[in-house]
């Protein structure tokens, strides 16, 4: 890759951390490979975040920071 999940979780963690701002920010991932979860280091595919954000609780962004990884073969299923 190219490092697009790389730069897109780094820029969705700075603006979260940003102590001045309450701005809550959302990070979605539609690449097949997952790998949002890996970058945050949380695991997306719960059963909890199956189909919705889950809200990071780490101190550095203090719960501002929202990730979720859409599956999206089973979204086309769906539709």
Known sequence: GVGKT???SSLAVTLASDYTS?????????DPA???GDAL????KTETGRGRPIQMTDP???GKLYAMEVDTDAALEKF
Not at 22 to 30: A, E, R
Not at 41 to 44: A, C, K, Q
């Open 6 to 8: 790389t730069i897109s």
């Open 22 to 30: 309450d701005t809550k920010v959302l990070i979605v991932s539609t």
């Open 34 to 36: 997952h790998s949002l």
């Open 41 to 44: 280091d949380v695991d997306l």
């Open 60 to 62: 550095l962004t203090m």
